[in-house]
């Protein structure tokens, strides 16, 4: 049995920076850093963009940066993702949760599952060494966490086959 390449991404955000975002763009931000079809992660509308923008720029580092041709719509956040992550990654997520809880003093409470499409997949599979991309894809798996005005998202990502879809 051949073990799964694996990639991890941390950001730390302050949730007033994205409330600065929206209060200066609106909705347009909103727009730019989220899809419609994803699900808001928290009630309060700049929270859950906050968490949203930690998450994504969380995976932006696992994929070791903002590829040409990049747009926040790479990631999609979507319960029907969460049966997609391979069980040794979302695994490898718990083990690391508390350890990231305790350096940041924030306990990572929420988890989202992410679809990875477009130029970070390309990103993706290049840096998990995937050779034949034919049916080949990316997920994600995140956890994230709050304590006042500090948001932390540590997020994994790793290939799935059509085989593994199915």
Do not use: N
């Not at 209060?23 to 906050?50: F, I, N």
């Not at 999609?76 to 305790?102: I, K, M």
Request: hydrophobic letters at 45%.
């Amino acid at each position: 049995m051949t073990a799964r390449a694996v990639l991890f991404g941390v950001d730390v955000l302050d949730v007033r920076r994205v409330s600065r975002a929206i209060d200066y763009s609106g909705s347009s931000y909103v727009r730019h850093v989220t899809a419609d079809e994803e699900p808001r992660l928290h009630p309060d509308g700049a929270v859950a963009t906050a968490a949203t923008v930690a998450v994504k720029e969380a995976l932006i580092k696992a994929i070791g940066g903002r590829p040409p041709g990049f747009s926040w719509h790479d990631f999609l956040a979507g319960s029907d993702t969460d049966t997609l992550v391979p069980a040794t990654a979302g695994r490898l997520l718990e083990d690391a949760t508390p350890q990231l809880g305790q350096v940041t003093d924030v306990m990572l409470t929420e988890h989202c599952s992410y679809r990875v499409r477009g130029a970070s997949l390309d990103a993706a599979l290049t840096r998990l060494g995937v050779a034949d991309r034919d049916g080949a894809s990316a997920v994600g798996s995140a956890r994230w966490g709050r304590r006042e005005e500090t948001l932390v998202a540590l997020a994994v990502l790793v290939t799935t086959t059509a085989k593994e879809s199915a």
